[in-house]
């Protein structure tokens, strides 16, 4: 399956943003898909995945109240929507979708990965 990440951007302090990221290739409905984000000199973290058929989510726990995540699959999309944005969520975005349904927070856990999208906050 092939992902495309969008809805990146610069914003201020407290604005928000709504992520997207569209699969194709294959039944993106079969697929779990998280949220990571990297920001610039740090490892990779988890930020939010939902399950395969949707209703499951899981958040990082210092997000939890800002960002939600959902999916869509007649458009074959999941959206990460962001909320109360802070300098510190400075970052590339990156989803990604995995056939497995436990432990989503791990990104080895992912088989595939879009190319990402930067979201910049400045204070």
């Known amino acids: 399956v092939q992902l495309q990440a969008s809805g990146g951007g610069l914003v201020r302090a407290g604005d928000s943003l709504r992520l997207s990221c569209v699969g194709s290739g294959r039944t993106f409905s079969y697929y779990s898909v998280g949220w990571f984000r990297q920001a610039p000199g740090k490892e990779r973290e988890f930020v939010a995945a939902v399950s395969v058929s949707g209703p499951t989510t899981y958040y990082a726990d210092s997000l939890k109240g800002r960002f939600t995540i959902s999916r869509d699959n007649a458009k074959d999309t999941v959206y990460l929507q962001t909320s109360s944005l802070k300098p510190e969520d400075t970052a590339v975005y990156y989803c990604?979708?995995?056939?497995?349904?436990?432990?989503?927070?791990?990104?080895?856990?992912?088989?595939?990965w879009g190319q990402g999208t930067l979201v910049t906050v400045s204070s």
């Open positions: 990604a979708a995995t056939p497995n349904r436990l432990r989503l927070h791990l990104g080895a856990m992912y088989k595939y």
